[in-house]
């Protein structure tokens, strides 16, 4: 952990926080939160390859198509053939290039909600240092709070506390 985050971190802040750790109830919170995480992640993961794999579908039955084409065109057609197989393959690829856009956007969108919606619940908890922010000073503070009470845990069972 810096430094530059231990002088942030008041004594009462770390007061604050070693008092709301020390039922356990706030460390059940956390992993709740970090399963939570880890399932979303992992289906944005699978929505994302999905969209990918079937882009690489349309990619191949595109090519085969014009390949099909290609071996059955007269000399005469050749050069109209290839003008229209190369607007499709560009439209086909701006397809790709803006449905993945989207998909991006949508990923990150949901993601922003899975902070706001563990600044809420840890808020709730009373858990010093956590509110909705988007700050990213504050929220890399929000994440090494995190972090401290991860490796507090993992110390506590090690010891046999918890």
């Known amino acids: 952990m810096g430094s530059s985050f231990q002088q942030r971190l008041s004594y009462n802040t770390l007061s604050d926080l070693a008092l709301a750790?020390?039922?356990?109830?706030?460390?059940?919170?956390?992993?709740?939160?970090?399963?939570?995480?880890?399932?979303t992640e992992k289906?944005?993961?699978?929505?994302?390859?999905?969209?990918?794999?079937?882009?690489?579908?349309?990619?191949?039955?595109l090519a085969r198509k014009h390949k099909e084409a290609l071996q059955s065109c007269k000399s005469h057609n050749l050069a109209l053939l290839k003008s229209n197989q190369q607007a499709e393959q560009?439209?086909?690829?701006?397809?790709?290039?803006?449905?993945?856009?989207?998909?991006?956007?949508?990923?990150?969108?949901?993601?922003?909600?899975?902070?706001?919606?563990?600044?809420?619940?840890?808020?709730?908890?009373?858990?010093?240092?956590?509110?909705?922010?988007?700050?990213?000073?504050?929220l890399t503070m929000q994440m090494n709070l995190l972090e401290l009470m991860l490796k507090l845990q993992q110390k506590e069972s090690q010891s046999g506390i918890l």
Do not use: S
């Open 21 to 39: 750790l020390i039922d356990g109830t706030v460390y059940e919170i956390v992993q709740g939160l970090l399963d939570i995480q880890h399932l």
């Open 43 to 61: 289906n944005l993961y699978n929505q994302r390859q999905k969209l990918h794999c079937e882009h690489q579908g349309l990619k191949q039955d």
């Open 90 to 138: 560009e439209a086909l690829e701006t397809r790709v290039r803006d449905e993945q856009r989207m998909m991006d956007k949508k990923i990150v969108a949901e993601i922003d909600q899975k902070v706001i919606d563990q600044q809420n619940t840890l808020e709730k908890a009373g858990v010093p240092g956590f509110y909705i922010t988007t700050n990213p000073q504050e």
